[in-house]
């Protein structure tokens, strides 16, 4: 009996012997297949440069020149570290929650898969950081691993359960391939770059800035386990939509650190107890700084990129969105800031008093400031929404309008922030056209750097940049160009005087029709002479149409182009009185080569960009340009203070912030016929600033020059903005700060009118204040 019993065991163990050798061999000979791709049923595997060069999706940073990062363009938003960036508390998060033997394997944690087998998965997962990398480095669990090389993609992958288990093969083959081509600590980086923690925040430093807004250095620990905790399953325990369970799995990752030992036992109720502090936001293409500027540089990006590539092979493609790039830019982070700040402050109040100063009333007005009928409904027939119902309803215009009248659930623009609301399309039409707009640039006219870029009030609502795109008439900001005209062609000094009294044109000036006779815009001439710095400082109208009278438009016209005005100029007499549209951007230029002793130098946003290792692809430098006389464009530094220092000058309110005292400054104000427009242009030797603002549309505007004036309406922007700048001692330390004009070598002229030189110590260096 006790024989056969024996007998009975021992073919027992020879049958498990057999099985798990058979077992063994055909494992061994599935895995050798998979790695082989055997008859081409497994498909292949990556290739040895491919594991040293492997393909990730890196965001390319935007940095401004003073250093810092002020905006990406991405697909998958990832910004990858080294691992002597990685904090300590994320490591042995990491290492504690998802490989705690991640330094003693080679890729493959055996005791973990024998755990995982006996407990028929409920012990947790056998993967180690090198199998996690591989799946999502590869994306072997899905088909996309053949998206771009489909040798990947073999006969069996093609059905479901086989697929999920060549994929894990081939993940234990690629965990050991990396293992031996890279080391523990680049692995873990890797990882912890390449995985995604929801939301589309790839990487653990975008994931630490979407879900904190910080830096990786300044994460807590219960942050860190916030984190690491999401790995798991990014979906299900998201913290925006689940912060129960998002709660619930953090604790559990700082229950394995205290198991491991990284925290004491006492410590862990404590941390346990930590709220969430989320202070979530994504990052896209409406978030963050600069926007305006994102867009302009990512166009001027991608141009840039068409031109490299041509010079490239197949497989080292650039991509903006995928490659990685740096690129460096003018933008300096600070000016930024404070130009962004001082819009905000100022047209949130200048929208206030345009609400009240239209209440109960509708803004649109002609000429006679008298309402415009059907404005809305012919603005509604303007818009891509309207004409895609038009074609949805096969121009049934009764259905379109029925549905342009139907209330939606949308969310609006504040300055309060975004306002979820019900309104109807028609509705939304009628909020949108009230709301008033702002560009603001600056520019360093030594250099042409573009510091700041503000191209609307708010580029989620409002995408058209009010800078590069928008051309409107500038009014009186042209003058300066009149008067340039006339003193480079020694028409006129500073000091010449002429009679304020009405000038006409007619046929002779080349007008047909009749005749044109510009007013002053208080309707009033003094009759009185009146110096040249005085009458641009006042803005006095009929003295610009005598200097047409004398110039012509085609002098004016081509002084202007030569400055930097690069849009056509009507050859008209009104052009001295800035009747022809122009940018916000050409009108900083200009006046930026008054600034710079008459050389026009281009403004430049990109000044380099180099690859995600630091390699230089391309280099900018503006070209430098002497177009007018230095002591030309000298004169008209000191005609422009005219607008601050003349008693009654159109500027002269700047006298009441602290940017005038020391300083020399130039300003103009400019507005445009009905109020549409109003401009201010502020000239430094170290920046040359202009600001516009108005309604998008020309018919909505103020009713009267008080409101709607460049000095009331633009200019206090700029004395906002300059008040942050000076009071910034870094940037003054980099040479931001009040400082006179450059003069001319041996330039000498009577800056007082009364026979002393500039040379002279009782000659004014500075700007005479009368």
Not at 52 to 68: H, R, T, V
Not at 346 to 364: T, V
Not at 564 to 586: D, H, T
Not at 647 to 659: D, F, N
Request: with cysteine.
């Amino acid at each position: 009996m006790f024989a056969l019993e024996v007998g009975k065991y021992a073919k027992f163990i020879r049958t498990m012997y057999r099985f798990f050798l058979g077992t063994t061999v055909a494992s061994i000979l599935f895995i050798v297949a998979v790695n082989y791709n055997f008859l081409w049923l497994f498909g292949g595997m990556p290739s040895l440069y491919e594991l040293e060069n492997p393909k990730s999706q890196l965001a390319s940073l935007m940095i401004s020149e003073d250093g810092q990062e002020i905006g990406k363009y991405f697909r998958e938003n990832r910004n990858p570290l080294e691992f002597e960036q990685l904090p300590e508390n994320i490591v042995n998060t990491l290492v504690s929650t998802e490989d705690a033997r991640f330094t003693s394997h080679s890729g493959i944690d055996i005791r973990s898969m024998f755990r995982v087998v006996f407990s028929l998965g409920t012990a947790g997962g056998g993967s180690t950081i090198s199998q996690q990398l591989a799946k999502n480095l590869f994306h072997t669990r899905s088909m996309e691993f053949g998206e771009d090389d489909p040798v990947y993609l073999g006969l069996l992958m093609k059905i479901d359960g086989l697929r999920t288990v060549i994929a894990k093969v081939k993940e234990w083959i690629l965990a050991i391939r990396l293992e031996r081509r890279y080391t523990k600590q680049e692995i873990m980086a890797m990882y912890l770059n390449e995985v995604s923690f929801g939301n589309n925040a790839y990487g653990i430093q975008v994931a630490c800035r979407t879900y904190f807004q910080k830096d990786l250095q300044e994460v807590t620990l219960p942050e860190a386990a916030t984190l690491i905790g999401l790995l798991q399953n990014p979906s299900l325990y998201d913290p925006r939509i689940r912060p129960e369970r998002t709660l619930e799995r953090r604790n559990v990752v700082l229950g394995q650190l205290a198991k491991y030992e990284f925290i004491t036992e006492e410590d862990l109720p404590k941390l346990q107890d930590a709220p969430l502090n989320l202070n979530y936001r994504v990052e896209n293409q409406n978030t963050g700084a600069a926007p305006y500027f994102r867009e302009v540089i990512r166009q001027q990006v991608l141009k840039a990129i068409k031109e490299l590539n041509q010079e490239r092979p197949e497989d080292q493609q650039l991509n903006l969105y995928t490659s990685g790039l740096r690129i460096y830019t003018s933008i300096d982070s600070r000016m930024q800031k404070y130009a962004e700040e001082s819009v905000r402050e100022h047209m949130r109040a200048e929208q206030k008093l345009f609400y009240d100063h239209w209440r109960g009333r509708n803004p649109w007005v002609n000429e006679e400031m008298k309402e415009i009928k059907g404005f809305l409904r012919d603005a509604m027939k303007r818009t891509q929404r309207y004409r895609d119902l038009m074609t949805a309803y096969n121009n049934d215009e009764f259905k379109v309008w029925e549905e342009l009248r139907r209330p939606l659930k949308m969310t609006v623009f504040t300055y309060d922030g975004d306002k979820d609301t019900t309104l109807s399309p028609m509705d939304s039409l009628n909020y949108y056209k009230r709301i008033l707009n702002c560009g603001m640039m600056a520019m360093d006219p030594m250099n042409g750097h573009v510091k700041a870029w503000i191209g609307g009030i708010n580029y989620k609502y409002f995408k058209f940049d009010h800078i590069s795109q928008s051309k409107r008439q500038p009014g009186s900001t042209f003058k300066p160009f009149v008067y340039g005209a006339a003193i480079e062609n020694e028409i006129v000094t500073p000091c010449d005087e002429l009679m304020d009294e009405p000038v006409t044109f007619g046929e002779e000036d080349g007008l047909s029709g009749g005749t044109w006779t510009p007013q002053n815009s208080d309707g009033k001439y003094s009759y009185q002479n009146m110096k040249m710095r005085r009458a641009m400082g006042l803005s006095i109208n009929s003295i610009s149409a005598k200097l047409m009278k004398q110039l012509g438009p085609e002098k004016i016209a081509e002084f202007a182009h030569k400055c930097g005005i690069n849009s056509p100029l009507n050859e008209v007499p009104s052009l001295c009185l800035g009747a022809s549209e122009v940018s916000l951007l050409e009108q900083v230029s200009g006046y930026a080569t008054l600034a710079n002793g008459g050389e026009k130098i281009e403004p430049i946003l990109v000044l380099k960009i180099t690859d995600k290792v630091g390699n230089v692809l391309r280099e900018y430098s503006p070209p430098v340009k002497a177009v007018i006389k230095p002591e030309t464009a000298y004169l008209m530094t000191y005609m422009l203070q005219g607008a601050v220092h003349e008693p009654g000058g159109t500027a002269e309110g700047l006298k009441r912030t602290s940017i005038v005292a020391g300083n020399e400054i130039g300003a103009k104000t400019g507005t445009t016929s009905n109020y549409s427009d109003g401009w201010f242009m502020g000239v430094t030797q170290k920046l040359v600033a202009g600001v516009w603002v108005g309604g998008d549309d020309r018919s909505i505007h103020f009713r009267s020059l008080a409101l709607g004036q460049g000095a009331k309406m633009a200019m206090p922007a700029y004395a906002k903005f300059m008040e942050k700048v000076y009071a910034d001692q870094t940037l003054a330390i980099e040479g931001y700060r009040k400082m006179p004009f450059i003069k001319p070598e041996n330039f000498v002229f009577d800056f007082s009118c009364n026979g002393r030189v500039a040379g002279d110590s009782t000659a004014a260096e500075a700007p005479v204040t009368q």
